[in-house]
């Protein structure tokens, strides 16, 4: 099981670790998606922030095992979140796919953190 802990880790920091730093910088494709979901560009930035440290989190937790399911479910309630924001602005639901694909991940690799 340690091996996958490991995947999913490094996995997901490579996914939210440039997409919470483009939301902190307000990369313009940032600011439409924040107001395609009615969000501040100020909230959005603290979206990023989240990622960011739930990115670092998974990746410390791979040394201190109750920060990875710390990192691990705070990034699932995120993404929970956003999939819900999609499809509250009936948004297809292919265009909530990926948060819910990040959740899942998420959300195993929190349970994977928390059985080593």
Known sequence: MRTAQVIT????????LPLGV????AARVMRQAAAHLGLSVGLYRVVGTLEVAGAC?????LVRSPLGVAAGTGLTLLMGAAAAAHLRHR??????????????????????SAAC
Request: hydrophobic share 75%.
């Open 9 to 16: 880790a490094v996995v997901l920091a490579l996914v939210f």
């Open 57 to 61: 989190g998974l990746l410390v937790g």
């Open 22 to 25: 483009a939301k902190i910088a």
């Open 91 to 112: 948004d297809p639901v292919a265009r909530a796919l990926p948060a819910v694909i990040l959740m899942l991940a998420a959300g195993a690799n929190a349970c994977l």
